[in-house]
Nanobody
Framework: QVQLVESGGGLVQPGGSLRLSCVVS????????MGWYRQAPGKQRELVAA???????NYPTSVKGRFTISRDNAKNTIYLQIKSLKPEDTAVYYC?????????WGQGAQVTVSS
């Protein structure tokens, strides 16, 4: 059974930075593309970063230049580095396999951007 455990969230001031981590267990991690999603209150969950098995990354225009996804196959972990945080980045952040999500969602990591 696949388990996803996100961590690294918290309360950050606008303009600050944060790094989220997601540890994946139960599968051969290196064989899967991965992504980060977020869900803000009252909004649908959206994909904000993706990385293929070979490390090719992709971002929506809305976060390009501020979000960086990376992976460490030796640690079964993906990361999301976020800089220049904005209040509209406030959301619960989740990791999931890509390109077609098929696992159970983890508990997510709450990111709150506020002064």
């Amino acid at each position: 059974q696949v388990q996803l455990v996100e961590s690294g969230g918290g309360l950050v001031q606008p303009g600050g930075s944060l790094r989220l981590s997601c540890v994946v267990s139960g599968i051969i991690f290196s064989q899967y593309g991965m992504g980060w999603y977020r869900q803000a209150p009252g909004k649908q969950r959206e994909l904000v970063a993706a990385i293929t098995q070979r490390g090719i990354t992709n971002y929506p225009t809305s976060v390009k230049g501020r979000f960086t996804i990376s992976r460490d196959n030796a640690k079964n972990t993906i990361y999301l580095q976020i800089k220049s945080l904005k209040p509209e980045d406030t959301a619960v952040y989740y990791c999931m396999n890509q390109p077609i999500p098929s696992w159970s969602w983890g508990q997510g990591a709450q990111v709150t951007v506020s002064s």
